[in-house]
Every structure is written in C-alpha cells, then in structure tokens.
C-alpha cells in the first residue's frame, strides 16, 4: 500500500483545438476531465502497475465536489478533507495541428492553519501500515513553507518512509527535516543552488549536497530528455532516457507518472537505481499523451529495457 498526500489538488479539463487562432472564436473539444494534483495522479498510477494506493487529498467548494465525484468514479481510493476555499480547475490546451500542449494552472485555494494541522492528522490516521508516503504538489496559499517538514515528521514517527516532490520555498522548507527521498527537476534543483543544471556533473553537485547535508537519504534530479541522476550513499548512477517511439506531445504529468513507477518498484522490494530505471521509462511513455491522460503501461515497461545506466565513482568533469 502506498499512501499520497495532495494539497493542492484540481480538477484536470484538456481541451483539442486544431490551431489556436489570436482572432475570433476557438472551436474545441474535450478530450478528458480528470481528478489530479501530484498526489492523485501518483496514486491513480501506483494502481496501473499492479500496486495499491490511497489518495488523501483537500477538497472544497462545486469544484472541490466534482473532484470526489471523478475519484469514486474511476474507483481511486481516496480520503477527502474538507476545506473552505473553492479547488482549482487546471487546463491543458492541445493544439493538434502543431503538436504543441499549454499547461495552465492556477494559484488555487488559501488554507487557514487549522485546515493544515486538520490534513496532518488525517494523514496520521491514514499512514497505518503503509511503508511510503508521498507528498507531492504544490502548497496552496496560507500554509507555512515548512508544511512539508511537518508532514515528514508526522511519517517518520509513524515509521514510514517520505517521498516529496514539490517546489519553491515548500521545497526548501522540507530539507531541514529530511525525507527518504527527494525527487527534483532541473528547475527545482536550480531553485535550491542558484546555478544552472544542465548536465549529470552539475546534477551530481546538487544531490551530493542534498545526501551530505541529510536532506534526503535517496536524491532522484532528472534532466529532461537527458534522463535522471539517482544518488544514493552507495553512489551516483546516470540513467539515460529511451528514445521515444513517437513524438513528444507534453510533458504534463511526466513528474508524476516517474515517482508512481519508482513508488510502486521500491514498496515491490526494488533497489533506488532500478526503480528510477522504471520512473524514467514511464515518464518517457507519459509524454506521448497531450495532457495528463493515463499513459501506455505497456510502453513503459518496454522503454525500461532501452534506459540505459552508468555507475560514475569517479570525479566529476569540470
């Protein structure tokens, strides 16, 4: 069983538009509308690759409603807490004719600090027996930029282990605390040094300094079409993203469709570098799809054989 928490949650539309016209009305369609948020998302495809998962996620407001409304129907086991704000709509714009997709997300709700302390008990209560956690998203306004720390806190004593992937100064808030695993993209990862990532060295940097400073005891930066560095005490290994069988339409969802195949291969008993193997394989797959729709599980597990790995114990190049 793998449990996600996800505090800014929203209701996923993509709409298909043949080309976006700056004059005159855009004739669209719906292609999907979905829960999702990171934690929702990390749940729904914990469950397509065999594992279990429940969603403990905000909800408040219609939109806060149509978002249970579309967990129950999809069958994802979900706890809903309930909040005063109203959830947030986000909107992935796929225009067909080019290929190209726009994410669009909105801030979302403010949470007042008893909504915050209320979601940490809750997921206290749910952590039960489950050996991971994941937290992943965004912070919506009003809670404090350790929140995170004190989820890992709350995990920690429960005897579980945390995975976080989130940004900004809910990101930096964490690393006091420490987590078991920290996903980062290369943006994130800037964020926390300042310098530019563009390549393993600098990826090696930046995770050599999550581990030593006990940020986290596995540290996973990816690096866009190159692949992924997953660093652990043992360790740095570059992993290599596949070659796509077809065109990249978005990167929507990538992030969380890597850390729900990593999840699921490490609560099967897998090691962190075989794992993220997995994760970079899936988020490869996940962007064959324009939006955050469900991407090929049987295209990933065929991508994984194509990901290759190099062990680096030496210095890094300057």
Same mark, same amino acid.
């Given at each position: 069983?793998?449990?996600?928490?996800?505090?800014?949650?929203?209701?996923?539309?993509?709409?298909?538009?043949?080309?976006?016209?700056?004059?005159?009305?855009?004739?669209?369609?719906?292609?999907?509308?979905?829960?999702?948020?990171?934690?929702?998302?990390?749940?729904?495809?914990?469950?397509?690759?065999?594992?279990?998962?429940?969603?403990?996620?905000?909800?408040?407001?219609?939109?806060?409603?149509?978002?249970?409304?579309?967990?129950?129907?999809?069958?994802?086991?979900?706890?809903?807490?309930?909040?005063?704000?109203?959830?947030?709509? !986000? $909107?992935?714009?796929?225009?067909? +004719?080019?290929?190209?997709? #726009?994410?669009?997300?909105? =801030? &979302?709700?403010? *949470?007042? /600090?008893?909504?915050?302390?209320?979601?940490?008990?809750?997921?206290?209560?749910?952590?039960?027996?489950?050996?991971?956690?994941?937290?992943?998203?965004?912070?919506?306004?009003?809670?404090?930029?350790?929140?995170?720390?004190?989820?890992?806190?709350?995990?920690?004593?429960?005897?579980?282990?945390?995975?976080?992937?989130?940004?900004?100064?809910?990101?930096?808030?964490?690393?006091?605390?420490?987590?078991?695993?920290?996903?980062?993209?290369?943006?994130?990862?800037?964020?926390?040094?300042?310098?530019?990532?563009?390549?393993?060295?600098?990826?090696?940097?930046?995770?050599?300094?999550?581990?030593?400073?006990?940020?986290?005891?596995?540290?996973?930066?990816?690096?866009?079409?190159?692949? !992924? $560095?997953?660093?652990?005490?043992? +360790?740095?290994?570059?992993? #290599?993203?596949?070659?796509? =069988? &077809?065109?990249? *339409?978005? /990167?929507?969802?990538?992030?969380?469709?890597?850390?729900?195949?990593?999840?699921?291969?490490?609560?099967?008993?897998?090691?962190?570098?075989?794992?993220?193997?997995?994760?970079?394989?899936?988020?490869?797959?996940?962007?064959?799809?324009?939006?955050?729709?469900?991407?090929?599980?049987?295209?990933?597990?065929?991508?994984?054989?194509?990901?290759?790995?190099?062990?680096?114990?030496?210095?890094?190049?300057?």
């Amino acid at each position: 069983m793998v449990l996600t928490l996800t505090m800014n949650p929203a209701v996923d539309l993509c709409w298909e538009v043949e080309y976006l016209e700056g004059v005159g009305k855009n004739r669209a369609r719906v292609r999907s509308v979905a829960a999702g948020g990171g934690g929702i998302n990390v749940a729904r495809h914990v469950v397509r690759f065999g594992g279990r998962a429940t969603a403990v996620h905000t909800a408040g407001g219609e939109v806060g409603l149509r978002l249970n409304r579309l967990l129950d129907e999809e069958g994802v086991d979900h706890v809903a807490v309930d909040i005063h704000g109203e959830t947030r709509e !986000a $909107l992935v714009l796929f225009e067909a +004719g080019s290929h190209r997709s #726009y994410h669009i997300v909105p =801030p &979302g709700p403010r *949470l007042h /600090d008893r909504e915050g302390r209320r979601c940490l008990d809750v997921l206290e209560q749910a952590v039960g027996s489950c050996p991971y956690v994941v937290a992943s998203g965004s912070l919506p306004g009003g809670l404090p930029d350790d929140f995170y720390a004190a989820v890992a806190r709350r995990v920690k004593e429960a005897g579980s282990r945390l995975i976080l992937d989130t940004s900004g100064p809910a990101l930096r808030g964490a690393l006091e605390e420490g987590v078991f695993l920290l996903r980062c993209n290369r943006t994130e990862a800037e964020s926390l040094t300042g310098q530019a990532i563009s390549g393993f060295d600098d990826a090696r940097a930046i995770n050599e300094h999550l581990l030593t400073t006990g940020a986290a005891e596995i540290a996973v930066t990816t690096l866009g079409a190159l692949g !992924a $560095l997953c660093s652990t005490g043992h +360790g740095h290994t570059e992993l #290599y993203a596949p070659p796509l =069988p &077809g065109e990249p *339409l978005s /990167d929507a969802g990538a992030g969380d469709s890597m850390v729900a195949a990593l999840t699921t291969r490490l609560a099967a008993g897998e090691d962190p570098v075989s794992a993220c193997a997995l994760g970079v394989a899936t988020a490869a797959a996940a962007m064959l799809t324009p939006s955050t729709e469900p991407f090929d599980r049987d295209a990933a597990w065929s991508l994984r054989s194509q990901v290759r790995t190099r062990f680096r114990t030496d210095a890094p190049d300057h």
